[in-house]
């Protein structure tokens, strides 16, 4: 019965009607339609007095405070854009702590005092709104304090516009907190942090005597996911459930020719990723490269790099864009860290940076030996990473990565930095205080075809094994998950990078406006800092078992379970850190750690769940009737007197048998464990389900294929 949907599915997917030459768009040019949905500079400047758009610009482009009396004229010409642009709502856009992004819809339509219907829309509106937030994940916050929760504009995000079928809405990026002040959501601890990092830059800076300017955080977030046809989809609980496949056994053919990757992109999928596209310009979200992945089925999305929050706010809605975009195409697309066993997953790679002025402080120049300034901003992250590693690792859990990091495909869970040879052995002669030739300079590369430009060796030569590789002029965190926001990795990192920008100025700010003591007292601490932090660095393969032990012996944490990874925020160092720069109170962060404890388990015991009711009444019913067809067969054999063939009957029936037992065991086994997988039984949950798995996995290749309920990876990841 649900094999015949299987094969329906399949049928479905065979009569797909081809899709039309020309692309579905209306032909306009991106210009025409880029960053329209978005109130920017523009639609500020077009629809504010002078005096007004002046005043927002300069909260935006300089963080300067918003005068209350301008929030009304605000709030009146975004009602007035919005209106224009069709929409008839508004609401504030969040981030609580689901991991999700939430909104409450109001109408702009209201009645007046005589009764009569208006549009309307005030600053008070505009500022902040009052959901209750009783019902989102607050660790504990909601017993020690009122229900009631506040979104409060972030006027530093612009105002934007999602569209639907019937019309649009106007969407206000908002912080979120409780009553009491304290951060319910991922933007406040992150905005916090954005601002002692930018603090902490602009005194390092001073200290070199360079005028004042403004110091912005850059992120370029790179999106992995996958895509599979919603037939597909809609017959697999554990993907509508979980977001991954429970059960499932490799096909033949996966990852191992490596012919996806970069390959020509199918025509389906090209006209998925141009909607995706549009709509992302529409937003102004710079949408930049978008290529086939490793694993079949396996897509990227990359974006030109942003100012931090924006970066973060535009990675979010990136995300729904897809998920709403596929499900357009016939498609699901699917963010889970893993969604397949045994082919590649997914991660988001975390480009970081920072500017001041005009000036990429991560940029090394032809000499990063005459370049003091790119110095010490390297020593003062390689210290952050190495003091603070184990709370850049936290942020990182998920029950999706879990699956994903150390799998020979992502970094392992050892934090630590590749610099490539040049830098590298630029430290070692800052350490040593003594300058000389470059053993490893930059090289021409040897093509051999008179005809090729004359390529340079890219000398920050990709290591792309390494969690947090310095990449040319910026570095790259590569162990975040897919379905992450990137808010969490962020904020732990511009908070070490800060604490640890100050202890350097602490240093040099008493030498400042003498220059040779400031020189010597310089080499004198990036040499002492290189000594004590450089054993985070590590430029081998991170995915070898050999660093794992070389990690341990330099006393590098290795935090391999989700579990592990979340004590981080109980060490009172990681404490002090984030207190000291007012990124989370104590409170605040119990709480967190309080979330991502029960989200992490919660998780765990629903995957079990839906792996034993798949098995209880998706497989066992097919196992017990193939059983018993088997078993009905043998004993006909036997009974008309037959010898040839008993004996290949009865093997096959014994090898069902065993595995019909063993299945039944199994699913016993996770129902012993009743309502309760908490943090002390989790770690044995995880290995029953994987149990079952192998049980079902063994199952699928010896049952009838027009049998098996559920879609296989032969389809799912090459059908579309
Ligand atoms: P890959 O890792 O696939 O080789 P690219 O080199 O194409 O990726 O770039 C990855 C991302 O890094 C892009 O989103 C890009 O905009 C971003 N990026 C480039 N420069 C910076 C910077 N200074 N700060 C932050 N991100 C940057
Ligand atoms: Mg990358």
């Not at 020690?144 to 530093?156: I, L, N, Q, S, V």
């Not at 100050?502 to 601490?525: C, N, T, V």
């Not at 309502?675 to 039984?681: C, K, M, R, S, Y």
């Amino acid at each position: 019965m649900s094999a015949n949907h299987r094969k329906r599915a399949l049928e479905a997917l065979a009569r797909r009607v081809a899709l039309p030459d020309a692309a579905a768009t209306n032909g306009s040019a991106p210009l025409d339609y880029y960053g329209k949905d978005v109130f920017n500079a523009a639609a500020i400047r077009q629809y504010l007095s002078s005096g007004a758009a002046e005043k927002l610009l300069a909260t935006i482009q300089n963080g300067a405070r918003l005068d209350p009396d301008v929030a009304g004229d605000v709030a009146h010409a975004m009602k007035d854009w919005a209106v224009s642009r069709g929409a008839t709502h508004f609401t504030h856009w969040f981030q609580p702590m689901t991991g999700n992004t939430a909104e409450k819809h109001d109408a702009f339509l209201d009645l007046d005092e005589k009764g009569e219907a208006i549009l309307t829309f005030s600053g008070k509106n505009l500022v902040k709104s009052e959901p209750d937030a009783s019902s989102f994940p607050s660790g504990g916050l909601r017993c020690t304090f009122e229900a009631r929760g506040y979104t409060a504009w972030d006027p530093t995000s612009p105002a934007f516009i999602k569209r639907n079928p019937r019309g649009a809405t106007l969407c206000i990026p908002s912080i979120f907190c409780s009553h009491t002040g304290e951060t319910l959501d991922r933007k406040i601890p992150l905005l916090r942090s954005i601002q002692a990092l930018k603090r902490s830059i602009k005194r390092f800076m001073t200290c070199f005597g360079e005028p004042e300017a403004r110091a912005t955080i850059t992120l370029g977030a790179e999106q992995e996911y996958f895509l599979v046809d919603r037939e597909f989809y809609l017959q697999r609980p554990d993907l509508v459930q979980t977001g991954r496949t429970l059960f499932g056994s490799a096909p033949a053919k996966h990852q191992q020719l490596e012919d996806h990757y970069f390959g020509a992109v199918k025509p389906r999928v090209l006209n998925f990723m141009a909607e995706v596209e549009e709509e992302l310009w529409r937003l102004g979200i710079p949408a930049k490269t978008r290529h086939n992945e490793v694993a079949p089925a396996q897509f990227e999305l990359a974006p030109t790099f942003e100012e931090l929050n924006l970066a973060v706010d535009h990675n979010m809605l990136t995300m729904d864009i897809l998920r709403r975009v596929a499900k357009k195409n016939g498609l699901v697309c699917l963010l889970h860290e893993k969604p397949f066993a045994g082919v590649n997953g997914s991660g988001k790679h975390n480009n970081w940076s920072a500017t001041y002025g005009s000036r990429n402080l991560l940029n090394p120049g032809d000499d990063p030996r005459r370049n003091p300034i790119f110095l010490g901003f390297l020593t003062a992250i390689i210290r952050a990473v190495d003091l603070h590693g184990d709370l850049l690792r936290c942020s990182t859990v998920t029950v999706g990565n879990d699956w994903r990091l150390g799998a020979n495909e992502a970094p392992p869970a050892i934090v630590s930095i590749y610099l490539g040879d040049r830098l590298t052995e630029t430290l070692e002669q800052v350490e040593r205080g003594v300058f000389e030739e470059y053993r490893t300079g930059v090289k021409p590369l040897k093509i051999g075809l008179a005809t090729s430009p004359r390529l340079e060796k890219d000398d920050s030569d990709r290591n792309r094994t390494s969690p947090f590789a310095f990449t040319g002029n910026k570095f790259e965190f590569r162990a975040c998950g897919s379905s992450q926001s990137c808010a969490p990795f962020n904020t732990y990192l511009n908070a070490s990078v800060a604490e640890s920008l100050d202890y350097i100025s602490e240093r040099l700010e008493p030498f400042a406006g003498d220059s040779e003591k400031f020189d010597g007292e310089l080499q004198k601490l990036l040499g002492e800092l290189i000594k004590t932090h450089k054993r985070v660095i590590y430029n081998g393969n991170n995915y070898s078992e050999t660093w794992v032990k070389e990690a341990e012996r330099r006393g590098l944490p290795h935090l391999k379970t989700s579990l592990q990874a979340l004590r981080p925020f109980l060490d009172a160092k990681n404490h002090q850190l984030l207190e000291k720069y007012g990124v989370f109170s104590a409170i605040e962060l119990e709480s967190r750690y309080e979330i991502f404890t029960e989200e992490y388990v919660s998780k765990i015991q629903i995957e079990g769940e839906v792996a034993r009711d798949m098995a209880q009444n998706m497989i066992l019913p097919v196992v017990l009737s193939e059983y018993g067809k088997l078993a009905q067969s043998l004993q006909a054999a036997k009974n008309a007197g037959l010898t040839a063939g008993i004996a290949g009957l009865k093997r096959s029936t014994e090898t069902l048998g065993a595995l019909l037992d063993e299945l039944q065991e199994r699913v016993a086994d996770l129902a012993a464990f009743g309502a309760v997988v908490d943090v002390e039984n989790c770690e044995r949950y995880i290995e029953a389900t994987k149990a079952l798995r192998s049980t079902v996995d063994a199952l699928e290749l010896v049952v009838d294929d027009d049998k098996w309920p559920l879609p296989k990876y032969r389809e799912m990841l090459f059908v579309y």
